[in-house]
């Protein structure tokens, strides 16, 4: 069923727009919501008359994203994740992790907006795009994942206990040869000093 979205709708697409919807979806969430109207030619005309209103949301929904915009470019969004041994997470940050980063540094950005360039499963900086408005505002900005100052503590100490014990295991096998050593040479001088 074809539509006139009279407001934004997420997966859906934005004011003014005619799009193909469920006949379900149509019916039940977005006509009693006053979200869109069916795409006829009375409502076509409606929507000519109503032009200019909407054409005023559009620039307004257009220049908030443009503020946002301005905001997210060249912003680092920095987060700090739990990481095993490797290097690697616990999981991996999601769009939903980066959205809510985002909302607490008062940018609110919906999830579905956030691209993040490759899979974000370990440390390190990767590039992110927004896309805020369509494929007409679109903001650039990267995301840094860091590991936990306390863990990254906790690692240290665990590598430098596990460089002693292997130094202290050195040092008990060098020791052993070096026993081992002197009791052959000892032997040996006494065997030579019995066939004498």
Excluded at 182 to 195: I, M, P, T
Aim: hydrophobic content about 50%; glycine content about 6%; charged content about 30%.
């Amino acid at each position: 069923m074809k539509v006139i979205l009279l407001e934004k709708v997420k997966n859906v697409g934005t004011i003014g727009q005619i799009v193909s919807v469920a006949e379900g979806f149509a019916r039940n969430f977005l006509m009693p919501r006053k979200l869109a109207l069916v795409a006829d030619e009375k409502n076509s005309n409606v929507l000519k008359d109503r032009q200019k209103a909407l054409a005023k949301k559009i620039q307004a929904e257009q220049a908030g994203a443009v503020a946002i915009k301005a905001k997210l470019d060249g912003l680092t969004v920095e987060m700090i994740k739990k990481v095993g041994q490797n290097g690697k997470l616990f999981g991996s940050v999601t769009t939903l992790d980066v959205s809510k980063e985002l909302e607490a540094k008062g940018i609110l950005v919906e999830r579905r907006a956030i691209v993040i360039e490759g899979a974000a499963k370990s440390m390190g900086t990767f590039d992110c795009k927004a896309r805020l408005f369509g494929n007409d505002v679109v903001a650039n900005f990267k995301l840094k994942i860091m590991i936990d100052p306390v863990q990254a503590e906790e690692l240290k100490k665990a590598a430098a206990e596990a460089a002693k014990r292997n130094a202290e295991k050195k040092a008990a096998k060098a020791a052993a040869e070096a026993a081992a050593k002197a009791a052959e040479e000892a032997d040996l001088a006494a065997r030579a000093a019995e066939e004498t």
